[in-house]
Every structure is written in C-alpha cells, then in structure tokens.
C-alpha cells in the first residue's frame, strides 16, 4: 500500500468535501458532493473492500447525488440568499478534529502494519450475508420499504379542503 | 512509507469535520443533510479501515457494517429530502433560522 495514492485520493476527497460545505450555490456543492463520494469509493477500493467501493458509488453517486440535485431544482426560489457566515461552527469542526486528532496519535495500541490477505470476493459476501447477516438484510429490506412508502406520502400533495 | 491506521483514521476525522462543519455553519436544510452524510461516510471509512487493519481481517464483519450502514444511508437521506420538499412546500423557504414556529 504506497502512501502517495493515499495521499492524493485523500486530499481529493477533503478538498471536495470543504468546497461542498462551503460553497455559497447549491448546485456547485452537489457536484463537489459527487466529487467527494467517488474519492471515498477509492479510499474503499485502496483499504481493499471493492464490493463497498462499488456499492458506494452505485448508491451513493447513483441515487443520494440525483436526489439532492433533483431536490435542490425542486425548492430553489429565493433560496440562493446565504446570511453572514456562522462562525462558531468553524470553530467548534476545528476544535473536535484537533481532539480526535491528539486521541488517535495518542493511541499506542493501534497496528502499524496491514496484515496480508486474500481478496474479499463478492462470493464470499453473499455466503456471509445469506448466512450470518440474513436477519439483518431482511431487517434493511423492511426499513428501505418503509423509508419509500414514508418518503411517499411525505411528498403527496395535501388535500384541499 | 506504508499507509499505517492512523493516517487512514486522521483523514476520516478530518472528513467527519468537515461534515461537522457543513451540518453546523449552514442555515440551508439541504447542506445540513449533506454534512450528515459525509459525517456517515467518515463512520463507514472507519470501519473499513478497523477491518482491514484487525488482527483477524478474514471475518467481514466491518465490511458487512459498512454495507448496511450505507444502505441505512440511503434510507435516511430519502426521507430527509422528503421532509426537505414538505416543509419548502408550507414555508416556501427551507432556511432553518425562519422554521422557528411549532404552529403551522
């Protein structure tokens, strides 16, 4: 694992996220947003987990991106207007990375090294997940139905009275 | 120079501030939902990394709980922008400072 690939998607992924959250247009935060998922997909794929990089950016480029691009287009009518800047949580994001940064450094029990493995093929996730995790997909597939049908009749049109 | 834990743990905390950063400097509900979501993906980094790094990387137990978080995820953040587009449709705005009222 060479440190300069890291690096690079690393700070790719940390300069699309600030742009995302600091961007006065919404728009231009959704497409850093994008930017910032795909380098996380590459943080997954470089830990070795290809199945979870791809599931990223299946779910969440596919459909978390075009939702908030499609919502962004939904509600935009004045919405462009940002006040002055809050200052405070400025201060409050830098104060809690100082602190876990002095935690993790700190920490004298972490491993230093990746032990070698074999590949996690996406055969052996679907052997664990119909086999140990089977409840708990199940569990998902019932809570992704009820998050539809609750996002549904969110958006029904209220009935005029 | 290998990548150790600890660098892959310092850029999830820095992911997971920004993601901080965005959820408590914005008064705009759709950045706030962005800020959760990158603060969710700094998690699921980290549980991935904790895996790869364990001693015993043959059990995907971290991978399993990334995959399902994700897909938590994805639950949340439809329903969120739901909400999002309901209270744009009473309000007519979706800046959080002007929703101070219980009353509709």
Redesign the interface.
């Known amino acids: 694992?060479?440190?300069a690939a890291?690096l690079v998607i690393?700070i790719l992924?940390?300069a699309g996220?600030?742009a995302?959250?600091?961007l006065p247009k919404?728009i231009h935060?959704?497409l850093c947003?994008v930017v910032?998922?795909f380098g996380?997909a590459a943080?997954?794929f470089?830990?070795?987990?290809e199945?979870?990089g791809l599931?990223?950016v299946f779910?969440?480029v596919g459909?978390?991106a075009v939702?908030?691009v499609?919502?962004?287009l939904?509600?935009r009518?004045?919405?462009e207007t940002?006040?002055p800047?809050?200052?405070?949580?400025?201060v409050?994001?830098?104060a809690?990375?100082c602190g876990?940064?002095w935690a993790?450094?700190h920490?004298s029990a972490?491993?230093?090294?990746?032990?070698q493995?074999e590949a996690?093929t996406v055969k052996?996730?679907g052997e664990?997940?119909m086999t140990d995790?089977v409840w708990?997909l199940q569990c998902?597939g019932l809570?992704?139905t009820?998050?539809?049908l609750?996002?549904?009749v969110?958006?029904m049109e209220?009935k005029r009275r | 120079m290998t990548t150790t834990l600890s660098l892959v743990l310092v850029v999830s905390a820095a992911l997971f501030c920004v993601g901080l950063l965005a959820a408590l400097s914005r008064r705009h509900a759709i950045f706030i939902l962005i800020g959760i979501e990158l603060m969710l993906a700094a998690a699921n980094i980290n549980f991935v990394a904790f895996w790869r790094f364990g001693p015993q990387p043959q059990e995907p137990t971290g991978v399993m709980v990334a995959i399902f978080s994700i897909a938590i995820a994805a639950a949340e953040a439809a329903v969120g922008l739901a909400l999002v587009i309901a209270v744009y449709r009473h309000y007519r705005t979706i800046e959080v400072d002007k929703l101070d009222q219980l009353k509709g």
């Open positions: 694992m060479s440190s890291f690393a992924t940390l996220a600030l995302a959250a600091t919404l935060a959704a947003l910032t998922f996380i943080l997954y470089f830990l070795g987990a199945f979870v599931v990223q779910v969440y459909a978390v939702l908030i499609f919502t962004i939904l509600t009518r004045e919405s940002t006040g800047f809050n200052w405070g949580g400025v409050i994001a830098v809690v990375f876990l940064t993790i450094l920490t972490l491993p230093q090294a990746a032990p493995i996690l052996r996730i664990v997940l995790y708990p998902v809570l992704l009820a998050a539809l609750g996002a549904l969110l958006v209220e």
